[in-house]
């Protein structure tokens, strides 16, 4: 369990220079002044609005998000952001949910469950996903549903104006199983924009494409139709498409509360609109390479790119960012001729811009919410996990094929907090050992077995003290005998191998009697004859050192008595001349 979850009460007061590193700092007042100032511009378009709770993910924030109440959908991409949400339909602001994803057959069992509290509408971009929402159908009214499109992102969504997209909405307008709501976009490539014409085009691009989306459908056939981004949101005031009167247009965005490097890399958003910080801490110092560490690396900041170069930047000074990473390692660097031994020391705290607000808040479990003097005014903790449910998921009376999920989040556990006191929670005492004056050794083990035993008073005397020890010696026993043998056989081979060269230069220089010949031709064939039987044995599988050692000894008898005799009558055939 994440240690903040314990005492980040404790913090509410002290300055965020106190929090513990790395934290995830929330700026209220920015954060807010983000919020109203869209909600202001949805307001004068007299436009629907939809947030995307993602990005934080804690009830704080969506209820200013949805204005308390005056926005009554929301959209969700995962089961805990859903559940969380869920005392806002008690307090009657939240009346629908848009699950963000395409939905799939997993998810579904979860998604019908919760649909017992509040409206649940579905995305779809295949032909494939009505059709098992149709098998479910048996006893459920019909989805509504959003027809999801592509408009360049190329992340989810099916084609504008394409054959598969005529294919889907035809399928869907004929399926028992679905009631189609309208068509929605999200211009995920608009991240990539530098300025606010940029933000324009991407924005009428959307509306264009769910507009002629909508042409497949009866002209009388009211629909939703849901566009944006953070950045295009932050343009939606140039909005002035005249809608049909069966068409109501509504926009979407998530991480416009926090902002964030990306954002303020498309020249829609100051600096100083960014609502969220990580606090981090110098580790270290390095002035033969002009940087610095820092504790946050991949997990507190993300390794999310923007136009800007690097992971990061600290808040206050500009010529510093993050220039690498790992895992918990954030290094400091500079290209402006500013030296780190003069803008940092051990010990010092920092706040880090992050280029993607909504990954890195992924990795904290609980926000510190500070005011315009970095005060800690309270403490947030986020929906975290992606499925969410203390019992069995009985999906396969849905789906017989599927297997039957027990599935938790940490937000269950956490939530739950210590059961134990301090006395039960703390390691067990060592069991007592007995011993007397007659065992002096009996605490002694055998740390070679897997299980413990006491050892005879005679312990230390023994010359083998485990039974470790004594395979060990076998072992080694063995292996001496073995190479015993094949250093025999190889001196055997040797002598044969020195008396076959004696015989041949016998033959070269006229001296070989025709006895010797004929023994030589023994040894000959007999080696030959030892040869093939050999490799007979080795085809079966039936040689070993036994064997060799056999053969080799045999005929370096052999070659032993053809020597002897050999000398004896070359000695004699020497001493008559």
């Known amino acids: 369990m994440d240690y903040s979850l314990e005492n980040h009460k404790n913090y509410i007061g002290k300055h965020v220079s106190e929090l513990p590193t790395p ?22 378009l007299g436009i629907g609005f939809r947030p995307h709770v993602k990005t934080l993910k804690s009830l704080e924030v969506t209820r200013l998000m949805m204005a308390d109440g005056k926005y009554k959908g929301i959209i969700a ?15 009657g602001l939240l009346e629908e949910c848009l699950y963000g994803l395409p939905v799939y057959p997993g998810i579904l069992p979860r998604l019908i469950e919760l649909r017992k509290s509040l409206r649940i509408m579905l995305m779809v971009d295949n032909e494939q996903q009505v059709e098992f929402l149709e098998e479910s159908a048996s006893s459920q009214q019909p989805w509504d549903v959003f027809i999801k499109l592509d408009v360049g992102s190329r992340r989810a969504g099916v084609e504008a104006n394409s054959a598969a997209l005529n294919r889907l909405v035809e399928r869907a307008r004929k399926s028992p199983a679905i009631s189609i709501y309208g068509f929605y976009c999200h211009a995920g490539h608009s991240y990539g924009g530098r300025s606010r014409d940029e933000a324009e085009k991407t924005l009428d691009i959307e509306v264009s494409s769910v507009l002629a989306a909508a042409k497949l459908l009866p002209s009388d056939q009211q629909l939703v139709i849901s566009v944006g981004s953070t950045p295009t949101a932050h343009v939606v005031e140039s909005l002035k498409a005249s809608m049909p009167e069966n068409i109501k247009l509504e926009l979407h965005a998530g991480n416009f509360p926090c902002n ?17 910080s990580v606090a981090a801490e110098v580790c270290s110092v390095y002035p033969e390479r002009n940087e610095a560490l820092v504790n946050a690396g991949v997990i507190a900041l993300s390794r999310e790119a923007s136009a800007f170069s690097g992971f990061g930047r600290v808040v206050g000074s500009p010529a510093w960012g993050v220039v690498r990473l790992s895992q918990e390692h954030g290094i400091l660097g500079t290209s402006e001729g500013r030296k780190v031994d003069e803008d940092f020391k ?21 926000y510190y919410v500070v005011d315009e003097q970095g005060i800690v005014r309270d403490t947030w903790i986020p929906w975290k996990g992606w499925i969410t449910h203390p019992q069995q998921l009985e999906s396969a009376l849905l789906f017989p094929s599927l297997p039957r999920l027990t599935i938790m989040s940490y937000a269950d556990v956490a939530a739950s907090g210590p059961k134990q006191s301090p006395e039960e929670a703390a390691a067990p005492q060592p069991p007592q050992v007995i011993t007397d ?21 005679d312990f230390l005397e023994q010359e083998i003290k485990t039974e470790t020890q004594a395979a060990r010696i076998e072992r080694e026993e063995e292996a001496r005998e073995e190479k015993r043998k094949r250093d025999e056989a190889a001196a055997k081979a040797k002598s044969a191998d020195n008396w076959l060269i004696q015989q041949f230069s016998r033959l070269s220089d006229g001296s070989a009697t025709g006895l010797v010949i004929a023994n030589f031709a023994t040894v000959v064939g007999l080696g030959a004859y030892l040869g093939y039987k050999g490799w007979g044995l080795y085809k079966k599988g039936k040689l070993d050192w036994k064997a060799v050692t056999l053969g080799a000894g045999i005929l370096a008898g052999v070659t032993a008595a053809e020597g002897a005799v050999g000398r004896y009558l070359y000695k004699g055939k020497k001493g008559g001349k």
């Open 23 to 44: 934290s995830l700092v929330v700026n209220l007042s920015v954060l807010k002044t983000n919020v109203e100032t869209l909600h202001r511009d949805v307001e004068k």
């Open 77 to 91: 991409s995962t089961i805990p952001e859903i559940q969380g949400a869920l005392p806002l339909v008690k307090e």
């Open 260 to 276: 964030d490097l990306q954002q303020v890399s498309t020249g829609l958003v100051a600096e100083t609109q960014q609502s969220v």
């Open 346 to 366: 051990v010990g010092q705290k920092v706040q880090l811009w992050c280029n993607h607000a909504c990954i890195a808040a992924a990795a904290f479990y609980v």
């Open 437 to 457: 004056e007659s065992a002096s050794t009996a605490s002694l083990v055998d740390v070679d077995l897997p299980s413990v035993h006491t050892v005879p008073n």
